[in-house]
Structures are given as C-alpha cells and as structure tokens.
C-alpha cells in the first residue's frame, strides 16, 4: 500500500510540474499583453505631459498636489501605472532574458498573481514532449514522493531483533 501511495503521490507531482513550461509560456503572452497595453497608456501620458510642457514626473506631481480631491486621485492613479509599467517591464526582461533551466527560480521571484490567474483561467494544459518538460516532470515526481515520505514516512514493518 505505501509504494502505491508513494507512487500515485509522484506521479501526481510529475503531471503537474511537467506542465510547468506550458504555463509559463501563456504566462508569458499574458505578461507580456499588459505590458504592451500599459505602455502605450504611459506613452500616452507622457505625451499629455510634453503638450503641457513638462516632464512625466513634474506632469504626475503637479496631479498629486492639486487642491482638487478628484485630480489628486487621478495624479496617484497615473503615478501608479507608471510603477506598474516598470515592474512589467522589470518581469518580462528578467523572465525572457532566463535560460530555461532556470526559469521557475526566476517565475516565483517576479510571480504576479494578476497575470497568473488571467493565464490559469484559460489554461490549456500540454503533452509535454520537451526535454525542459521531463525534468520539470522528474522534479515533480521527486517531489510530490518527499511529500508522501514525510507524510506517511517510507514504512514498512520493522522487525525487531532478539
């Protein structure tokens, strides 16, 4: 019974990180939709600023403290999607410039939950074919065994010497 369970727990693991690589290449087209859509917004901001004759930051800043509630909010609202646009930006050079072997350290540092879960609501899983997906499915079966070890432990009966 436990080499079933310690077999059905790594075989669990392996189908599920052996889809990693498919994930994360929707991830990607995810990532990299909103950072196209947020630069533009930005490119759009920064031409309303020159219009004004001022930089993006002095444009943004003189928002923030206008006596008006209403524009205060809009100044924190566009400094925001500029933030948003550098941390995009940040992800997707810090993902896109990763060897593949290291991908899933660099995923779970920049992980946005956002794009994550708009990526996993139309996730189509794979049959991974790749090199990339044997590993990751290795790993998975690697792990999900450790976790049925240190659940249920190796077992077995122990016998016991006189």
């Keep these: 019974m436990r080499k079933t369970g310690f077999l059905l727990f790594g075989l669990i693991g392996a189908v599920l990180l052996s889809q990693f690589p ?3 290449q ?10 196209d859509e947020v630069t533009s917004q930005v490119e759009a901001l ?3 600023a020159a219009e004004a004759r001022k930089n993006t930051p002095d444009y943004i800043r003189g ?10 909010r809009e100044g924190e609202a566009l400094q925001a999607l500029v ?21 899933a350290g660099r995923f779970v540092e920049y992980f946005d939950w956002d ?6 609501a139309v996730y189509q899983p794979a049959v ?4 990339e997906a044997a590993v990751y499915a290795g ?5 999900g065994a450790f976790i049925f070890v240190m659940l249920f432990g190796l077992g077995g009966r122990r016998r016991v010497r006189r």
């Design 22 to 24: 498919e994930f994360f």
């Design 83 to 103: 933030q948003r646009r550098v941390t995009l930006d940040e992800a997707y050079a810090a993902l896109t410039g990763t060897d593949r072997w290291w991908r």
């Design 115 to 120: 794009v994550a879960s708009a990526a996993f």
């Design 46 to 48: 920064d031409r309303r």
């Design 128 to 131: 991974p074919v790749t090199a």
């Design 26 to 35: 929707q991830y990607m087209q995810r990532l990299g939709g909103r950072l």
């Design 139 to 143: 790993a998975g079966f690697g792990g």
């Design 63 to 72: 928002l923030r403290v206008h006596g008006n509630a209403e524009v205060r």
